[in-house]
DNA sequence: TTTTTAAAAGGTGTTTTTACCTTTTTTTTG
DNA sequence: CAAAAAAAAGGTAAAAACACCTTTTAAAAA
């Protein structure tokens, strides 16, 4: 690395901001530039100079790691974020990398196994502990495991091509041209599927759609 | 585990097929019920009798494991997928266990560890090794990467207001309403976000608004 | 300091959706 | 086999969305 890289430490703690600060004194290539208080303190430190890296804790008043994840992923796409917390759970591990952490330590982390984290963030856009790795693999199944789905209004085969139809923005004279049938036919359908999946009008049936999984990629992955 | 587990083996080599029985057959809580070419004749097969676990590879002709997954996971949610393959590489890895597989191992695994794969992908839902679980923690951060969003329309405040409003299935007047605003004027803020996001419809809005994570969280997560 | 963009609102007219209810035929399932 | 569900289609009517184009005021940017 040519240039030194710039790190803000984000913690309530001032004790924990000075030692971190301390100790990457010694990692001549490292260079912390901000320390905030809680997340909306370091938004407002954001807008006079931006580092390269987000040393983040979860728990802080006023704005808490999670929301200044979000909020920072969204106004900052390439900066990286690595939270620094005193507890991990599982499920907090992988909806705060879901949310766009590049990586996971808890504070009883060697510094060195930080500035390697730190390293590694940014070459390869994240670094991963086993125990973290696990963790985030465990929430994937999770989230495809069966959902107490208690009752599923279960669409018909026509019903569900219908509403893939519907999801790619056709209308209904459209629709029945696709599938060669009376528009009045996919008139019905589309009543059906608003029942059946209980929402309120179309734009219900699309996230209907999204939260099934019913979908064609398509719709999700174009930009 | 009180019953024997109940496995389907689904390679296009009898070889594979036959040697993977044989070498659970010493494993008195493991019984493999069901032999399959691909994924078709495995969904064939299991309208007779369903396993516990199959054992699953992706290079196979008529339909692939990457089908078979996906087709699997929709009809029936319980069943765990355990990924056999000979070559493993990350995309393809991530993938696989985002449309639900349960483990990813590759074809050189000693036969302990498979059913160690096995009894764990029963007990926890999941069978991870490290390398696989990296490559999914790779995937995720990738998922997350700035995307080359090359030019973002970029909507105005109240446009999102608007937007937010139609994704929880609110009609101009009702959102007129809630805005203290005309219905004419909502109407024209929608007319723009249309145009601006170049949807189609409110379906193709309510889709932009999923891509950019702009919805409430609300939306997705209900069933 | 122009120029542009955002916010708010209206006119007018067409197309589409939504709501409610009915009917026939075929398939599937208890 | 009888009953239920799915597929296909229609009538009618109101409500909502979509299209296009215009205007005023205020704030922001060039």
């Not at 001549?28 to 809680?38: C, D, F, G, R, S």
């Not at 125990?131 to 693999?137: H, L, Y």
């Not at 608003?194 to 174009?222: P, W």
Request: charged share 30%; glycine share 4%.
């Amino acid at each position: 690395m040519k240039f030194k890289k710039a790190i803000a430490v984000v913690d309530d703690e001032i004790l924990f901001r000075k030692g971190i600060k301390g100790l990457l004194a010694e990692f001549k290539h490292l260079e912390v530039i901000i320390e905030a208080e809680h997340g909306k303190d370091l938004l407002e430190k954001l807008r006079v100079q931006q580092p390269d890296v987000v040393l983040l804790d979860i728990q802080m008043p006023v704005m808490n790691g999670i929301e200044t994840t979000e909020a920072l992923r969204k106004r900052y796409p390439k900066l990286k974020i690595i939270i620094i917390t005193s507890y991990g759970n599982k499920e907090l591990m992988f909806s705060l990398i879901e949310k766009g952490a590049n990586a996971f330590l808890t504070k009883n982390t060697d510094i060195k196994v930080i500035v390697k984290a730190i390293n590694q963030v940014l070459e390869k856009g994240y670094y991963f502990d086993y125990e973290t790795s696990q963790a985030m693999v465990a929430g994937i199944i999770e989230s495809n495991k069966p959902k107490p789905s208690f009752k599923k209004p279960k669409l018909s085969g026509r019903e569900l091509e219908v509403l893939k139809l519907i999801c790619k923005e056709h209308t209904n004279r459209e629709i029945a041209d696709i599938l060669c049938l009376s528009p009045r036919t996919i008139d019905t359908y589309r009543e059906n599927i608003i029942q059946k999946t209980g929402a309120k009008n179309v734009v219900g049936v699309a996230f209907y759609a999204v939260r099934n999984k019913l979908h064609d990629f398509a719709e999700l992955t174009r930009h």
